[in-house]
């Protein structure tokens, strides 16, 4: 068991389920629309999504440009979406107030990964310092954490920062802001591309949250592996 200073947390698919975060918002945008939230919708607006998002090309978290502008390319991502969205449906609405439904709740939304999720946070609290980092944009992902902040140290959120993970910036700014090194820090998350391969990138300690069991990649370099958020327990002491 390691004594680590601080525990930072990435936020959607390793504490907050991001998933039930993208349907509640999906069913929003329908009521708005005033059609029906059927499973032909629900695959049709997944579709055009998933069309938009690799148009945009938001997958590639490593490119230079994406991290420079990441944020801007999800605001253009979310207008390129709706915009496709209105066009299957043969409707004309404005693009830029259902990207404001989307975006409103989402924000209102705060599933746990595991119903005991938020438990097992307040008791880690007790001997480790909380940080939660995330990719996200601020006026979603502030209210989204709310209910940690009572046991958390700091926050980091990109769009504040002004880069994103996996980039060795954003990493190195909250190092320096934590007024730690990376040996102190055990990175926590879900995403192998952007919190493991980020963190490993500043000498950080990792451990992969992998709940479904997947299988790692030949070059990812996991030093922990945990499939409850309750295994934390005994990787960090």
């Known amino acids: 068991m390691m004594g680590y200073r601080y525990l930072i947390f990435d936020v959607d698919g390793t504490l907050l389920n991001f998933g039930h975060a993208y349907c509640r918002a999906q069913k929003a945008v329908a009521e708005k629309l005033g059609v029906s939230y059927t499973p032909e919708y629900v695959a049709l607006d997944e579709k055009l999504s998933w069309k938009g998002w690799r148009e945009s090309g938001l997958e590639d978290t490593g490119s230079a440009y994406i991290q420079a502008h990441y944020h801007s390319v999800y605001y253009d991502y979310l207008r390129?979406?709706?915009?496709?969205l209105l066009e299957a449906l043969g409707m004309s609405r404005d693009v830029e107030e259902l990207v404001a439904c989307y975006?409103?709740?989402?924000?209102?939304?705060?599933e746990w990964m595991e119903p005991d999720t938020l438990e097992v946070f307040r008791q880690?609290?007790?001997?480790?310092?909380?940080?939660?980092?995330t990719n996200g944009?601020?006026?979603?992902?502030?209210?989204?954490v709310r209910?940690?902040?009572?046991?958390?140290?700091?926050?980091?959120?990109?769009?504040?920062m002004?880069?994103?993970?996996?980039?060795?910036?954003?990493?190195?700014?909250?190092?320096a802001d934590l007024g730690c090194g990376p040996k102190d820090c055990l990175m926590v998350g879900d995403s192998l591309s952007n919190d493991i391969k980020g963190a490993k990138s500043v000498g950080m300690p990792t451990c992969w949250y992998n709940p479904k069991g997947k299988e790692a990649?030949?070059?990812?370099?996991?030093?922990?592996?945990?499939?409850?958020?309750?295994?934390?327990?005994?990787?960090?002491?």
């Open 80 to 84: 390129r979406h709706f915009t496709y």
């Open 103 to 110: 975006l409103e709740s989402v924000a209102e939304s705060r």
């Open 124 to 133: 880690l609290a007790g001997a480790h310092k909380l940080v939660l980092a």
């Open 137 to 144: 944009i601020s006026q979603v992902q502030r209210p989204r």
């Open 147 to 160: 209910e940690l902040l009572p046991y958390t140290e700091a926050v980091f959120i990109s769009e504040e």
């Open 162 to 175: 002004g880069c994103i993970k996996p980039g060795e910036a954003f990493f190195q700014k909250m190092l």
């Open 217 to 237: 990649g030949e070059g990812d370099r996991v030093d922990f592996v945990i499939k409850s958020i309750k295994d934390l327990e005994a990787v960090c002491g």
